[in-house]
């Protein structure tokens, strides 16, 4: 395989986590009784420009398809973070009644509602039928179709070019990723600007956060190589933020590099310099990766086991692809965790794929009352722990697995 920017020869391995079905692919009873399709889960880095990416196997159209299940609007921090997103936006760029914004994987709505509300125009771009449903239902206008350099030019050409745009946990979604770039350069205005955010690479190597890897996600990002990106497609990252979202997040924002005039702020320096430290550009840096996934997954395995012996009973919550990554890699199957819980109904009563653990809704843990719960999303603990405080008569044990085995009393 070679790099997805650069084309360099792949050869260094982070991690193979074997084989998986996609982590949104989940199962209704009519399909648990059909096959499915499995595919490897192998991460490879590139040596010149340090890209790091899942092998190429299942194509996007298949993974974002019109059963694609996740919705952002089911995480009340998820809402309340996108929501101060915008209302800082808007005094930071000035945004007003004469400015459009544009999401780019806009989903249900989540974040372009607020947008709506401040009296901004908008449009959404969101590729999932289910998803792009959910946000015109609150009466948001979504092209639904995948990005990139095509459809920019389409909307260009209806005068549609964005003011700020905006891409949450999409880019390392992206199969091309120079082609999604230039695309977003040729939409922006010549004094708009951009947002990315995504889980920032670092936070998974040095937090063992094997879990965030899955085939939905092609690239796993960071600042130093997003700069050689961004260049080469004619953006300039001029400010950089971290964000707690997601395990630890990067917000990155850029400029036209043609039309662009605010000076580049001196944390994009100070970020590199600490990426470069922590040794992103060496092989050595990436080496242990592997061993440290199968540490955590081996220390899950034992204390499941340990509490089937004494006959203690594990379920887990959120039935996220993280927790479907987490399963199928440990081998983990409902004779060791019976059910997930979740608060989506486009996934309740449907079975997690590879691992087929049921789906259930909340009522669930308050008619039984498991020994342990094993909170899979664990970048939502503590909204989730006190989400079910409140609304079950949960009197158990909290479980989190990464990154390393811990009981929450």
Not at 98 to 112: C, F, W
Not at 388 to 405: D, Q
Request: hydrophobic letters at 40%; aromatic letters at 10%.
């Amino acid at each position: 395989m070679k790099c997805r920017h650069c084309k360099e020869k792949l050869k260094l391995p982070l991690i193979n986590l074997g084989s998986a079905p996609p982590s949104n692919a989940y199962l209704s009873n009519q399909t648990l009784h059909s096959p499915e399709r499995w595919f490897p889960l192998r991460v490879l880095v590139c040596e010149r420009c340090w890209l790091v990416q899942t092998e190429d196997f299942a194509e996007a159209d298949y993974l974002f398809d019109k059963e694609y299940a996740y919705f952002s609007s089911f995480s009340t921090s998820w809402l309340q973070h996108s929501k101060q997103y915008v209302n800082d936006m808007i005094e930071r760029f000035s945004l007003n009644k004469k400015s459009h914004v544009i999401e780019i994987a806009a989903n249900d709505g989540y974040l372009l509602q607020y947008v709506k509300k401040a009296n901004i125009p908008c449009t959404g771009i969101e590729p999932t039928s289910k998803a792009a449903q959910a946000a015109r239902k609150k009466g948001i206008d979504i092209i639904e179709s995948f990005f990139g350099v095509k459809l920019a030019k389409e909307l260009v050409k209806k005068g549609k070019q964005a003011d700020l745009i905006t891409a949450k946990n999409v880019l390392a979604h992206v199969p091309d990723i120079n082609d999604f770039v230039k695309g977003v350069s040729l939409l922006l205005k010549p004094q708009g600007k951009v947002t990315f955010e995504f889980p920032h690479l670092l936070n998974l190597i040095n937090k063992h956060q094997f879990d965030t890897i899955y085939h939905e996600h092609f690239s796993y990002l960071s600042l130093t190589t997003l700069e050689t990106i961004f260049k080469k497609n004619g953006l300039q990252i001029f400010d950089v933020e971290e964000q707690p979202t997601h395990g630890g997040s990067l917000r990155l924002f850029a400029q036209r590099y043609d039309t662009g005039l605010l000076s580049v702020s001196k944390k994009v320096n100070d970020l590199t310099k600490k990426e470069i430290k922590a040794g992103i550009r060496t092989r050595d840096y990436y080496k242990n990766f592997q061993k440290k996934a199968n540490i955590i997954k081996d220390n899950l395995l034992s204390f499941l086991i340990k509490a089937k012996k004494n006959n203690k009973k594990v379920v887990a919550y959120g039935a996220a692809a993280k927790g479907n990554t987490l399963l199928n890699y440990a081998g983990i199957r409902p004779d060791l965790v019976n059910y997930v819980v979740d608060r989506n109904p486009n996934k309740q009563n449907k079975f997690m794929p590879g691992s087929r653990i049921p789906i259930r809704d909340e009522s669930f843990l308050k008619k039984d009352n498991p020994d342990y719960i094993l909170i899979l999303p664990w970048n939502l603990k503590n909204e989730i722990i006190k989400q079910i405080v409140s609304n079950t008569n949960f009197a158990g044990k909290f479980v989190i697995a990464i990154p390393k085995l811990e009981i929450i009393e």
